[in-house]
């Protein structure tokens, strides 16, 4: 499971205890996580967790980054790639679903490269984000704006889940294949 989030630390308390139950959840499932290879924030958090319940964790991380994010070298695999196009392809490759806890411009970037791909049929991994105390309600907004607005279809809402909670991303991830998605030209 790839998991995008965030590198901050000065992030509310919701976040890193979603982020540690996510962690372990993924852990006793026998995934192996997939994440941004940093120590730091929800990252760090994350991959911790996992570890502590008995987890695989990969973490990817970018050279330029190995400094500043603080590598994760705990990790049973740690990639290090040239650059952050390198970085984003191998979590992609790496992945067989998508979550998204709260995060940054980063997150963001990643979760929408993967949910367009997904719209242009270019994968049909699952995707989910964690909407923790309503972090991505103002993304939906936006999203429901691009469908009153046209420029997206609604039915691309079959290409994501929303979960609230640990249990949420975990029923999303055990629900059968997803939705038949439309045609990306309206």
Known sequence: ????????????????????????????????????G?????????????RAAGGRTVGVIPESLLAVEIADHAADELVITPDMLSRKRELADRADAFVALPGGFGTLEELLEQLTGRLLGLHDKPIVLVDVAGFWQPLFEL????????????????????AVDVGGVLGALDAPGGSTLPSKWL
């Open 1 to 36: 499971m790839c998991v995008y989030c965030s590198s901050s630390t000065a992030v509310d308390r919701r976040h890193v205890e979603v982020a540690r139950d996510l962690g372990a959840a993924l852990a006793e499932r026998g995934y192996v996580l997939v994440w941004g």
């Open 38 to 50: 940093a120590t730091v924030g929800l990252m760090g958090e994350v991959a911790r967790a996992a």
């Open 143 to 162: 999203f429901e704006h691009l469908y009153r607005e046209q420029f997206a279809r609604p039915e691309s809402r079959g290409a994501y889940s929303v």
